[in-house]
Nanobody, 111 residues
Framework: HVQLVESGGGSVRPGESLRLSCTVSGLVVDDFDMGWFRQAPGKEREGVAAISPGSGRRYYGDSVKGRFTISQDNAKNTVYLQMSSLKVEDTAMYYC?????RGQGTQVTVS
């Protein structure tokens, strides 16, 4: 049974930082591509970042390039999203995903 559990969201001011965590059980994060996406009320889902352990590549949405960093800790089987220089438009529910699987999400509010 695969489970993805996000945490680390909260309310911050523009320019501040947050680190989101996605703790995974039931699979080894180093064996699969993992990613983060976000969705704000009334808006389309937006891919934020992805990591491909096999190639070491990282992918970022245009709106977050240079501000967000995706990483993973294999010992903790956890994927992180470090978010810096947050903007009001980053406000959304953030989800960790692996293929069609996703967690319950964690809310990020920037105001």
């Amino acid at each position: 049974h695969v489970q993805l559990v996000e945490s680390g969201g909260g309310s911050v001011r523009p320019g501040e930082s947050l680190r989101l965590s996605c703790t995974v059980s039931g699979l080894v994060v180093d064996d699969f591509d993992m990613g983060w996406f976000r969705q704000a009320p009334g808006k389309e889902r937006e891919g934020v970042a992805a990591i491909s352990p096999g190639s070491g590549r990282r992918y970022y949405g245009d709106s977050v390039k240079g501000r967000f960093t995706i990483s993973q800790d294999n010992a903790k089987n956890t994927v992180y999203l470090q978010m810096s220089s947050l903007k009001v438009e980053d406000t959304a529910m953030y989800y960790c995903e692996k293929g069609s699987l996703r967690g319950q999400g964690t809310q990020v509010t920037v105001s």
